[in-house]
């Protein structure tokens, strides 16, 4: 039997005139629909909203939380065989011809940007603080909160939640597109990637679907990342000496719970008004410009930080931390993938404060991740076009892993080092997440000078800014590429405007609605149906190339030519 060539044709109708003029109305009105009514429903009605999502929220960690740990994994086993399997590995992401579009720098300078940069300011010293005072061996007694026998153990829940399973999550939504886009010649949208299973059903209701819950799941995976970003903007702003953005020592909550030191009403509006209002106007520059100048502008800034740390904090622990951890993580990276704490219903006993434990750090940083794959994977095939599938792989999942590795050993590793030796005297541990690294740089350089720790917290708000408008102003040109069937080229000013507005006000609305909880609750909620996408593009990619392989042995062509590649339906 002779092999088919592959489909190189999906039409995705589109408006031809008026407002909506190159966009698919079906996703693009559905989807602005979806976050307008959430939006109205959390400022409107936030108590109501904080309690509904909340119950929907124990929901889906009482029964999906296994589901988010398997399927992760199964994320991890398949990137590697993609980059392991010859006849993968070798394969372009376009035609045989092509060059990447953008130097390794400025490449991995976009990926880090939009994939994890505004993480690393919030998470490289509350995550190995936060699991130096608890984790799953200090609940079953095997080791001590705070204590200098908790410090592996810290490392090794830090790197697993930052490590393969996060850039896997992107690496596969990045290969799928990139590959159907620049090989097939498809519309770059997550629709395209399902193609060798649905076939031309993808250009009707079916794709319409896929495309909606992908731009769903992406404002929830952003705004999570911006609800930390805000929190941790203002508690800089603090520091350099901007008050009245958070609330007084005596402020309790509706439950009579202390909120002292949380971001206020005020504090989010400012944030929001100067980081979306910056985005924005990046965005409307396109990538080429503002978001890549950002990005390399990030960068360097972020080396700057990160040697601060490596020179002035605690360099030889963090020596000790990075290659001690990385062992202790890559030996129980095969245990841990697939561990399933399960509640036995008993509150306070071991396994329901393990299986508690799950959901507050695993559960939600996999959610997190899928919530966010399809922004920083359609971004990285955005990117990514004429490398190897071995190329992005490498590019794209390990180098960057490690890049987190290194910012949670020396600026982490300081933190730890300043609490375990007394001399931050619990001043970090007791800080808020936004707030621990400036608390850590502070005690670093306030023995030497004061100007120099507020020139530092100075650094860090810029850095802070640019990684948060990069994040920001990718997200929006995604969620408009997906609008606009796959159409990369410029978009209409009104959209852009649209979708700056509304990530601000799904932050805005959710913080007001119950706090950074509220967000997290939301993208775990949004998580899971794109979960389920992205189980199908893993099937999709492998059969593809199966028989693209199959394919080239029997001289039928697998790509085709840039000027032949789909353009939207009018």
Known sequence: ?????????????????????????????????????????CIFWPVQAGATLGTWNAVILNNFAAWYIYVVAAFVIVC??????????????????????????????????AGIGVGMLTFSVAEPISHFQNNPSVIQGLTTANGADNVRQAYVWSFLHWGAGAWA????????????????????????????????????????????????????????????????FVAGLTRIGIGGLTYGAN???????????????????????????????????????????????????????????????????????????????????PTLSF??????????????????WQGWWPVFYWAWWIAFAPFVGLFLARISKGRTIREFVLGAMIVPALMCFVWFSWAGGTAVDLELNGNANGAILNAGFGDMIFATTELILLPIAEILAWGMAVLIVVLLTTFLVTSADSAVLIVNTINAAGDEGPKARPHILFWGAALALVVGGLLLSGGTSAIQTAMVIGALPFSIVMVLMCLSLIKAIWNDGRRERAGVATTVHPSERAVPAE
């Open 80 to 113: 590697l065989s993609l980059a392991i399997w010859p006849t993968a590995g070798r394969m372009k992401l376009g035609t045989p011809d092509e060059v990447p579009e953008f130097s390794n720098f400025s490449w991995f300078s976009m990926m880090f940007g």
């Open 1 to 41: 039997m002779a092999i088919k060539p592959p489909l190189t044709d999906l039409p995705i109708k589109t408006a031809d005139s008026g407002f909506y003029q190159g966009f698919s109305k079906n996703v693009t009105i559905i989807s602005k629909a979806i976050i307008s009514i959430l939006v109205v429903w």
């Open 169 to 232: 999550c992107y690496a596969i939504i990045g290969l799928a597109l990139a590959f159907f886009a620049y090989r097939r010649g498809l519309p770059l949208t997550i629709r395209s990637a399902l193609t060798p299973i649905f076939g031309k059903a993808l250009s009707g209701t079916l794709g319409h679907i896929i495309d909606i819950v992908a731009v769903v799941a992406t404002i929830l995976g952003v705004a999570q990342t911006l609800g930390f970003g805000v929190e941790q």
């Open 339 to 356: 561990n399933v704490f399960r509640s036995d219903g008993v509150e306070g006993s071991e396994a329901f404060l393990l299986a508690q």
């Open 251 to 333: 402020a309790v909550n509706a439950d009579g719970e202390s909120i002292a030191g949380a971001v206020n009403f005020l504090g989010i509006v400012v944030a929001l008004l100067f980081i979306m209002g910056a985005s924005t106007l990046s965005a409307l520059s396109g990538v080429g410009k503002g978001i890549k100048w950002l990005s390399n502008i990030n960068m360097v800034l972020s080396i700057v930080l990160l040697g601060f740390f490596i020179i002035f904090g605690a360099t030889w622990f963090g020596f000790t931390a990075m290659f001690v951890g990385l062992w202790d993580y890559l030996t129980a990276l």
